[in-house]
Each structure stands twice: as C-alpha cells, then as structure tokens.
C-alpha cells in the first residue's frame, strides 16, 4: 500500500516568506508526527497528532511554527517569516494508534531558506 | 543536553563481518528503543526494536541489545553486506501514553566489499 508522502520535495524561499509543508500518512494511521533534520543533528520531534487534534506541541521552537490536521488525514505545517535556521529537512511520521506501533516516515521536504 | 547519544559518527566494516551499532541514553524513564536506518533522500525506514522487559531482541541479520543498568544499546549486524550502507539513529521513547521519538544524531555505517 502506499505509504507517507510529503510535498514539496524541495522547497527555497526568501528569509521572512511563510511556507506550509504537507503530510499524506498511511490510510488509517491515527496518530501523525513531525520532526525536523537540522545539518549534523539528529531527528527534533516537533508535534503530534491522534485525530485532529495536537496534545504535544512541545517540541514546536517557535511561535512561527504551526500545524493542524484535518479529516484524521493531511497534516500542513507552516512556517511563518521563515528564518536561515529554519532550514532543514522537515519529516512526517505516522503510526497505526500512537502507541508502541512503528512509525513509518516519509522522505522529507527538503527547506532551504536564503 | 542530548538524551540520546550516539557517539561515532561513521564506521566502516569489511563485507561479511560484524557492524556494532552504540547508543546511549540519560533519560531513564525511556523504556522503548528502536533502531532506523535512513539512506539518502529517504525517511528513515524501521529496522528493529526492543522493550525494557528485554535484554535481546534478534530479527534475521538484526540484533538489538540493551543494558539497562548501563543506559547502552547496541546493534549487531552480521553478516554485514554492502547493501547496509545507510545512516543508523538509535531512538527512544518513554511511552507517554504515545510514541514520540528522541532520537540521536546516527551513525554512517559504510560496508565495504
């Protein structure tokens, strides 16, 4: 079946744009996660999801990261006046209930801020 | 402060003989770990894992070990095959009611023919 997607691949914009990510998990998967790959770093955990709603916002590092997830399904993240620091790879995660389940990733939206 | 450590960055192995994978943790209320391996322009894909009840879990090629006492973990590979040579992240996870992941920075296992 088909697994996480996440578009753009690729994504350069201009320090102080906003830009929103999108996340299509596995069908069915109830729980969806966000991470981010910074340069050297390992995986940042930045949100989660069960359903719709966030109860673990605590890994956002910012008030300019945001995300929501409509319809149990696609999560959009948005970067408000994005910043050189923001770059990184940004990946979507998702797992059957949010428990022990594996989580299967996507290959990650590539952002590059000038 | 990192909570989950993987202190080599790259290794290199001969085809056919043994990777160790190392990872440490701080955290001790982390009582899930489980290893991902990650090529180029992919998302990590699964590999193994391994709940704190345990001390061993083997999957074919795939052996996890943990060391509580320790706070270490380690991931053989044997025989090693070319076909390996990805980035590896140690993650854990306390099991909050949910799965969310700290992970490590990863370690680059090249195999060599």
């Known amino acids: 079946g088909a697994g996480v997607s996440q578009s753009p691949s690729n994504k350069v914009t201009e320090k102080g744009k906003d830009v929103e990510l999108r996340c299509d998990p596995i069908?069915?998967?109830?729980?969806l996660y966000w991470y981010r790959q910074s340069l050297g770093q390992g995986l940042e955990f930045l949100i989660y999801f069960q359903g719709n709603s966030a109860p673990d916002k605590s890994g956002l590092p910012s008030d300019r990261f945001s995300a929501e997830r409509t319809g149990g399904s696609v999560s959009t993240l948005t970067i408000q006046r994005t910043q050189q620091e923001d770059s990184a790879v940004y990946l979507c995660?998702?797992?059957?209930?949010?428990?022990?389940?594996?989580?299967?990733f996507g290959p990650g939206t590539r952002l590059t801020v000038l | 402060d990192q909570q989950v450590k993987q202190n080599s960055p790259s290794l290199s192995v001969q085809e056919g003989r043994i990777s160790i994978l190392n990872c440490d943790y701080t955290?001790?209320?982390?009582?899930?770990f489980l290893w991902y391996k990650k090529y180029p322009a992919e998302g990590p894909t699964f590999l193994i894992s391994i709940s704190s009840i345990k001390d061993k879990n083997e999957d074919g090629r795939f052996t996890v070990f943990l060391n509580k006492s320790a706070k270490h973990l380690s991931l053989h590979i044997v025989p090693s095959q070319p076909g390996d040579s990805a980035v590896y992240f140690c993650a854990a996870s306390d099991l909050r009611g949910y799965s969310t992941l700290t992970f490590g920075k990863g370690t680059m296992l090249l195999v060599s023919p």
């Open positions: 955290n001790s209320m982390f009582d899930y």
């Open positions: 069908s069915g998967h109830t729980a």
């Open positions: 995660a998702s797992s059957d209930t949010g428990s022990t389940d594996t989580q299967y």
